[in-house]
């Protein structure tokens, strides 16, 4: 069965919704240069701010997600991106790196607002046949964002400065709540017995099953490497090897791009496959060995290689995010969606939340290569950690 054009259109607006607070999130990491030479901060500072608006986040994800079970998808998209053009506005004014972080991390906690909204929308819009596919299209949403970043924030920083550069999110999330006013729409959904406006299968999915927290724990290890090469990545090659922030930018856009289309052929894989989780073990081998090349070709001192396999790395580090998302929306069920899918990305902006600062001390000590390459350890730790397809025969 096909979609009718509704879901698709929704699907498209929830992209631009997420990829607009995706900007928000990430326009600190592509100000880190700007940050040491403007601003004199040191590289575990920056790394903070970077990872403020991160931070935000996982205050709040549980609560979006618990919101969004109560009063529905477009209620809570539609308030939370207002917020966030407020949030993004007052953090322009911001000039103190405390004030600065602390008006990163509202922006960020108020742009957790699409994260589960928009994963429970396309959850209960596409059947399960067509589900990975849709889901691989709305985790673009990320690459995608980072990519707009990468191309839009370090210039814009030049031009107009920090607060020019934080408006970039605030001018898409504006557009994208004009889009989702438009388009978005709750999707049809049983009423629970003795509950006005709930769905069936109130029970708590983690009662009597590891299965998702295995999924929440294997997702936490496997966020680290995708945010340590967006939030680095730049740094890296302006740097580690010289290029121009231009250059650099470029590059970690087209990683972006490259993130995104492999999150929808692993989306199309995980429909034909019929599961989302042995794709999803297969993508943390892969994690593992990309890292290892990272770090190998940056001691080696080889630019073009070692672009060559931040591209593919990026690429890979970023394929999982959809198929633990799909994963946890389908085994949690309706009734439990919201809630499921913002502790799920609870634990994964909360690991992002750190990388900044730990990986930027850790760069501080051993270098970038060096750091790469240890970070091969969180993918080969999330390996085993990823159940067994079993967990989905369960379910069904």
């Known amino acids: 069965m096909t979609p009718s054009p509704r879901p698709w259109a929704m699907l498209a607006a929830m ?15 592509f100000l880190i240069p700007h940050l040491l030479a403007e601003r004199g901060l040191s590289l575990v500072a920056a790394g903070m701010l970077a990872g403020a ?12 997600g618990a919101a969004t079970d109560r009063f529905g998808e477009r209620r809570v998209i539609l308030v939370g991106l207002a917020l966030t053009v407020a949030a993004v506005a007052g953090s322009m004014s911001a000039r103190e790196p405390a004030v600065l972080g602390a008006a990163l991390a509202l ?16 959850t209960g819009w596409f059947p399960a046949q067509r589900r990975g596919l849709a889901m691989g299209i709305r985790q673009t949403c990320q690459p995608l964002g980072m990519a707009v970043a990468a191309l839009g924030v370090p210039p814009l920083a030049e031009a107009f400065g920090v607060p020019g550069a934080l408006a970039l999110g605030g001018a898409l999330s504006a557009l994208s709540l004009v ?17 006005a406006g709930g769905v069936p299968g109130a029970g708590s999915p983690y009662r009597g099953s590891l299965t998702l927290v295995r999924i929440h724990a294997a997702s936490v290890l496997l966020v680290v490497p995708q945010f340590a090469l967006s939030t680095f990545g730049l740094v890296w090659f302006t740097v580690g090897f010289g290029w121009s922030a231009f250059a650099a ?26 599961s989302r989780l042995r794709p999803l073990r297969l993508v943390a081998v892969a994690g593992v060995f990309a890292m290892l090349a990272c770090g190998a070709l940056g001691w080696a001192e080889w630019g073009a290689a070692a672009a060559l396999a931040y591209v593919v ?26 809630r499921a899918l913002g502790i799920q990305n609870t634990g994964q902006f909360l690991a992002a939340a750190a990388v900044g600062p730990v990986v930027g001390g850790l760069i501080g000590v051993a270098g970038i290569p060096a750091a790469l390459a240890l970070l091969a350890l969180t993918p080969a730790l999330a390996v085993p950690l990823v159940p067994g397809p079993a967990a989905e025969r369960a379910r069904d």
Not at 15 to 29: G, R
Not at 250 to 273: E, K, M, N, P, T
Not at 315 to 325: E, R, Y
């Open 15 to 29: 992209v631009l919704a997420q990829a607009s607070t995706t900007v928000v999130a990430a326009a600190p990491a």
């Open 313 to 338: 790395a990026s690429c890979i580090s970023v394929a999982d995010n959809g198929l633990a998302f799909t994963a946890v929306a389908e085994l949690s069920g309706p009734a439990w969606a919201g």
């Open 107 to 122: 922006s960020g906690a108020v742009s957790a607002c699409t994260n589960s909204a928009s994963g429970r929308l396309i």
């Open 179 to 195: 889009v989702c006013a438009l388009v978005v729409r709750d999707p049809d959904r049983a009423p629970r017995p003795g509950a």
């Open 249 to 274: 930018g470029a590059l970690v856009a087209v990683a972006q791009f490259a993130g995104a289309a492999g999150r929808i052929l692993v989306g199309v894989w995980s429909d034909r496959a019929a």
């Open 53 to 64: 608006p991160n931070l935000g986040l996982v205050l709040t994800l549980v609560l979006w």
